[in-house]
Structure formats: structure tokens, C-alpha cells
């Protein structure tokens, strides 16, 4: 799974690998080659790429080099931010590249004509090395892109139509920017940005992510995301150590279990969710649905009647438990029936759509008070009870791994040292209000502004997998393991996609998937399905049909 280093971080394993006999050479040489594999797949006749003086310009000289030996017939430039006489340079030369640089361009015109006419423009001046502001002939250099880019825009104003099909191909489209590594002007560690930094299309990073690409405003910059390998040496400890990762499809196919052509329902699990109210009667059926299409064997609603009754048509495959409810809300009576009707199920999602009343509260205090027994022996004459030195008490049909969700937590959040009362590695998924709530936070943007951080500190000292929800979800566990989702999108900004998603992660802990491998998983899942409809505006029911999409983009990368 890609990592996500910071930029001092990636110097050093960068250095590990030189030391290690992968020279700096060979992995710029691959950077390069990586970079200009996303160019050749635009298809264009005109590459201008802009080349900083550092290794982030090598990259791109590199990339220059490659499309020019592998399309002859394109026209490739590199407009140099200062003059260089290096190996990469002379083999980019050597293979017919254009040269031109900034300090001889004394009217930038070779500038703007390059830019005014490129079909991809390649920003490969400072990467992860940019420092803010950028200043003097960088800065000079990339207002001048700025400006013949706008200027582009004016001269080539694209129509306005009522479909796309109208457009005419004989106007010049935009170029299609890539960043090599990082977009320069963002800061690779924070996601600060210069005013001047190019908006990019995609960028192309090496080996590992890094953070300022995940954090606003600097995401962004970035657009699509891809990360490239560069021959890192395998079993290198400087980043095998690092604890946080970038969620892809690679990883999902190596948690999800293989579904045997001999299997049953018993063999992925049954499934118990608590959930719904009267003024919530969708949730129930949502986060039903998404897991059963992450695959559960069995799905159990338990549910007042008031929700059974408007959603059993639309989840058939269902079966149902009525929990004792006041006014369509569970009161502090269900705690005992799910008690009862618990064993036997492999995962356990409470919260969404339940209600903030107090019988909710109630109900969540009654069920997650420990209910013990007394071991009864057998003797020499019938059932003997020892005394507690003498038998350990146990739990009452404990409960099995669990999922907290939505009002679920808001009620949690009332209790005094709610965390205690959970299991080890309950999996609880928060937006940044709840966390607030839960973390005794008053500023919600405090959450905003820190979020890996906290969740991991949260995850450590509540022994809980914590999902922080939102751009760029969050999940980290207890021992510091840590994955970011890489989407983000406003799709899922809409009512019940949360119970999407957390029928998703429940729906592979049923399967036996452990705690945090689960709500990984489930969180690239549900994220991918949130994106792969074409629509600007989805609904939480077709992210949850987006769930089978993402099952097969994972079979793929398999």
C-alpha cells in the first residue's frame, strides 16, 4: 500500500536508497518514465514541460526525453527556469527535445507562445522543494504562465451549449496540466499554496504520498492523484516504518476474503444492526443494503415497528427483529431483546438514524452495561454455585465486534467515560462534529485543522478504531496504524451516505475481517462508490449501489 511521508521524510528514504545501491540517478531515471507515461495517454502533438533547477527539474527533463524518443513525430519543449549543462539535460537535447530557459527569453516570448500552444503542460520546477512565497524568476516565470494561460482563455473562449455534443473540437481546449511529484507552490507537508501555483489536472508523486496533497487547500492543486514507483528497494525499514498509509484499490483485494464457489451464508457471517426511528425510518434500509452488497451472509434489522413497516418491501432479503420503542424511538426495554437475540451474530452496528431522546440514551447505557452470570459446576450432588473466589464471572451473551454510528455516538457522547464501556477495537465513525463531541472538543475546525493527529491520539487512549469522517476520511487504530482515504468529493456531502458506510464497514467485520482492516476497507469502498457515477449530485441509494462497482474495481486489481 502507498505510504504518505513528509517531505523531510522522503529525503531520507531517498538517501536509504542511494545508500542501498538504487542511486538517485535510477530512480529519477524512473520518475521520469513514469511521468512521461501520463503524458503519452493524453495523445497530444504539443508537451511543454517546465524545468525547475533542482531534481524535480531532472524528473521532468527525464519525462521530456521519453515521449520524444517514444513519439518522434511530437512536438516536446522544455523551458528552463535557469540554464543546466547536467546528463539529464544533454540527453533531453540529444534526443531532439526544444530548449529554451528564462534567462535568455528575455520577453518571455518563447514563453507564451509555448504555453499558448501546448496540449499538455508539464510543471516540473520545484516539487516537493518549494518554499513559500515563491519568489523572484520563479515567481516571474510562473506569472507569465498564469497570464498566457488566461490569455489562452480569452482568445479561445469555449461555446456555451445545452449539450456537450455541440461543442465544436476545432476550439483549442486548455492544456492539460501535470505535476511532477508536487505542484509547485503548494508545500508538500501542510497543503499551504502560493498564489501563483498552477492548478494541475493530475499530478504524479514517487513512491509515497504526502500530506500537503491530502490537506485543503493544497488538495486542490493536485487533481487526480497517482503515485508512481521508482524501484525502491523492497524491505527498506525507512519506509516500511512509517505508520500512515494511502488507501487503493491493491490493498481493499488484499483485505477482502476470497468467496469460494462452495460457500453458504454461514460463511460470511451474520449481521445485527440497530437502527431507525420514526423520523428516521431510511437509515435502517441503507445501511442494510450496503452490507449486504459488501457481502454478509445474512442481514438483521432491529428496528421499532414503525420502521419495519415502511422499509421490508425495499430490503426483501432481510430478516427482522421488533425492538420496544416510545413514539417510534427504542427505549431502554430493546437493550434486553438485543441481548437476547445477539448470539451467533459476527458484527454489530448501532446508531444510525436512532434519535438523540432519552429513551435512546437509556437503551445505549442499558445495553452497554456488562451483564454477568455465575459459572454453575457440576458436584457430586446436581449444579453447585461457587463463590465469585471460586468461579469467575462471565458475560451474558457478550457482544460481538461493533460498529457506532450517527446517534449512536451523539449519545455516547452524553455518557461519562463512554470508552470504557466499549470493547477493545470497537470501530467508531464520527464526522467532525461528533468527534468534537466525543473528544470534549468546543471548536469543530480545531478537528478540521488536526485530523490525523487526533484520530490517532483519540484511537490510542479510547482503545477504539477511529473513522474520521469526511475529505479524506481518516482511519486509525489503536497501535498507530493509520490510513487516509484518497477521496474527496462533494457527492457524499448528502443525508444517509454515513449509513452507507457504516453498513459497509459492518458488513466486512461480519465476514471475519479485523476491526481495522474493516473500516479501511470499508471507507475506500464506500468512496469509490461515491465517484463512480458520472452525475455531479448523487443519493445515499445509489452510493450504496456504487458498492458493486466497487467490488469489481477491486476484483480487477486483483
Known sequence: MPKIVTVEQMRAIEAASDAAGHSYAAMMELAGQAVAERILQKNVQKVVVLVGPGNNGGDGLVAARYVKEISPESEVSCYLLKPREDEVFQAAQKAGVFIADFENDKQNRVLKNLVAGAGVLVDALFGTGTRLPIKEEAAKLLRTVNGALEQRKKDHPQPRSIAPAARSHAVPEPPFIIAVDCPSGLDCDTGEVDPLTLKADETVTFAAAKPGQLTFPGADFVGALFVADIGLPAKLNELHAIPLALSDAQTVAGILPPRAANSHKGTFGKTFIVAGSLNFVGAAYLAGSAAYRVGAGLVTLAVPQVVMGAVASRLPEATWVLLPSNMGVVNEAAAKIVREEISGYKALLIGPGLGNEDDTKEFMEELLSPKEKVKKHRGRIGLLHLDSEEAAAEEENPLPPMVIDADGLNVLAQIDEWWKRLPENTIITPHPLEFARLAKIEDKDE????????????????????????????????????????????????????????????????????????????????????????????????????????????????
Open 447 to 558: 478537528v478540521q485543522a488536526n485530523r490525523v493527529a487526533l484520530a490517532q491520539e483519540k484511537a490510542a487512549a479510547w482503545k477504539t478504531v477511529v473513522v474520521l469522517k469526511g475529505a479524506f476520511t481518516v482511519v486509525a487504530s489503536p497501535d498507530g496504524r493509520t490510513m487516509i482515504s484518497p477521496f474527496a468529493t462533494a457527492k457524499l456531502a448528502t443525508a444517509g451516505t454515513g449509513d452507507v458506510l457504516a453498513g459497509t464497514i459492518v458488513g466486512l467485520l461480519t465476514q471475519g475481517i479485523a476491526p481495522y482492516e474493516a473500516a479501511a476497507a470499508g471507507v475506500w469502498l464506500h468512496g469509490y462508490a461515491g465517484t463512480c457515477d458520472d452525475t455531479p449530485i448523487i443519493t445515499a441509494s445509489r452510493v450504496s449501489e456504487g458498492l458493486i462497482e466497487a467490488i469489481r474495481a477491486v476484483e480487477e486489481a486483483r
